[in-house]
T-cell receptor
Framework: DVKVTQSSRYLVKRTGEKVFLECVQDMDHENMFWYRQDPGLGLRLIYFSYDVKMKEKGDIPEGYSVSREKKERFSLILESASTNQTSMYLC??????????FGPGTRLTVT | GQQLNQSPQSMFIQEGEDVSMNCTSSSIFNTWLWYKQEPGEGPVLLIALYKAGELTSNGRLTAQFGITRKDSFLNISASIPSDVGIYFCAGSNTGNQFYFGTGTSLTVIP
């Protein structure tokens, strides 16, 4: 079974803090993705990576950056957290053109 | 970014009833995926479709890749309480980026 794990299920941070969200997959997938999920808006793509050290902006990259130093790990960074970044963050991975598998999500609250 | 139109937005049905939902896009897709998400969890992949007209089943779930390649359908037969959740469609024409519907919330009344 494909396993995608995320470092925290729940996280509370203060405005202005730097926040790291970690994602690890164990299936040697090339592609990894970060989404945020908000009620009524569905899943929106923040960044994705199709190889180590490669990254592509998704639909809403502003206020976020990513890092992929190893194939199995994809990190999402909020340089200076703001309250409008309170959301559910979902990581996913896939092999080439095929189906994406999601982690359990991190619910981030910024106060 | 592109968003898919998914309908209905919510459904309240009796246990044992069949369920149908659909997803439409303004663009042609090469891949359609259907996911189920339970509260507090990440989406779980149910069915993947790769060819126009394809009909694929997973237990009581059946999904179809529309022949226009701009739509997809999911049916659940003989619903049970554990079918409760939000069902998402996702489509891709590049393989790297998927676009998601806003979800259909399903409630099954015992």
């Amino acid at each position: 079974d494909v396993k995608v794990t995320q470092s925290s299920r729940y996280l509370v941070k203060r405005t202005g803090e730097k926040v790291f969200l970690e994602c690890v997959q164990d299936m040697d997938h090339e592609n990894m993705f970060w989404y945020r999920q908000d009620p009524g808006l569905g899943l929106r793509l923040i960044y994705f990576s199709y190889d180590v050290k490669m990254k592509e902006k998704g639909d809403i990259p502003e206020g976020y950056s990513v890092s992929r130093e190893k194939k199995e790990r994809f990190s999402l960074i909020l340089e200076s957290a703001s309250t409008n970044q309170t959301s559910m963050y979902l990581c996913a991975s896939s092999f080439r053109l095929y189906e994406q598998y999601f982690g359990p999500g991190t619910r981030l609250t910024v106060t | 970014g592109q968003q898919l139109n998914q309908s209905p937005q919510s459904m309240f049905i009796q246990e044992g009833e069949d369920v149908s939902m659909n997803c439409t896009s303004s663009s042609i897709f090469n891949t359609w995926l259907w996911y189920k998400q339970e509260p507090g969890e990440g989406p779980v992949l149910l069915i993947a479709l790769y060819k126009a007209g394809e009909l694929t089943s997973n237990g009581r779930l059946t999904a179809q890749f529309g022949i226009t390649r701009k739509d997809s359908f999911l049916n659940i037969s003989a619903s049970i309480p554990s079918d409760v959740g939000i069902y998402f469609c996702a489509g891709s024409n590049t393989g790297n980026q998927f676009y998601f519907g806003t979800g259909t919330s399903l409630t099954v009344i015992p």
